[in-house]
């Protein structure tokens, strides 16, 4: 029967290798069997959280929000940079768009540290003003049209 093992490894050792279901094929249908199997694993590593942080829930919408935020920022990241890279071969000015992906890389930087240093309000802050210093240019100029 196949089974649906959660591994965990760090460096070259493995921390934890267990198994968390056992599916039977012949109970599911062929098109719900990934989703079961995927649904389980989920739910064991929610529970698995849950065990390692006792004091904090699992907050899947406020997780969701995250991730969308993090898609959405990279996509603008990946923007500027083939603008900065169109501006070098049109020969436009180059300042700004220097400038703009010098910014976003700074702000993906406080982003990490506004998650990894648990909120501290002078990298909140600081992510905070570079979001709106990142929009400011784009602002600036559709105001002088």
Same mark, same amino acid.
């Given at each position: 029967?196949?089974?649906?093992?959660?591994?965990?490894?760090?460096?070259?050792? /493995?921390?934890?290798?267990?198994?968390?279901?056992?599916?039977?094929?012949?109970?599911?249908?062929?098109? $719900? =069997?990934?989703?079961?199997?995927?649904?389980?694993?989920?739910?064991?590593?929610?529970?698995?959280?849950?065990?390692?942080?006792?004091?904090?829930?699992?907050?899947?919408?406020?997780?969701?929000?995250?991730?969308?935020?993090?898609?959405?920022? $990279?996509?603008?990241?990946?923007?500027?940079?083939?603008?900065?890279?169109?501006?070098?071969?049109?020969?436009?000015?180059?300042?700004?768009?220097?400038?703009?992906?010098?910014? /976003?890389?700074?702000?993906?930087?406080?982003?990490?540290?506004?998650?990894?240093?648990?909120?501290?309000?002078? /990298?909140?802050?600081?992510?905070?003003?570079?979001?709106?210093?990142?929009?400011?240019?784009? /602002? =600036?100029?559709?105001?002088?049209?």
């Amino acid at each position: 029967m196949p089974l649906v093992r959660i591994t965990v490894v760090e460096g070259d050792q /493995v921390k934890k290798d267990q198994v968390i279901a056992t599916i039977d094929p012949r109970e599911l249908a062929a098109d $719900s =069997a990934y989703y079961s199997s995927a649904e389980q694993g989920a739910t064991a590593q929610v529970h698995e959280a849950q065990q390692d942080f006792p004091s904090r829930p699992v907050e899947a919408p406020k997780a969701w929000k995250e991730m969308i935020h993090r898609y959405l920022a $990279s996509t603008l990241g990946l923007l500027i940079l083939a603008l900065a890279l169109l501006s070098f071969r049109d020969g436009m000015p180059r300042a700004l768009p220097r400038a703009l992906v010098l910014l /976003v890389v700074f702000q993906g930087l406080l982003g990490m540290w506004t998650v990894t240093w648990l909120l501290k309000p002078l /990298v909140v802050t600081g992510h905070l003003l570079g979001g709106m210093t990142t929009l400011a240019p784009d /602002v =600036a100029t559709h105001a002088q049209k």
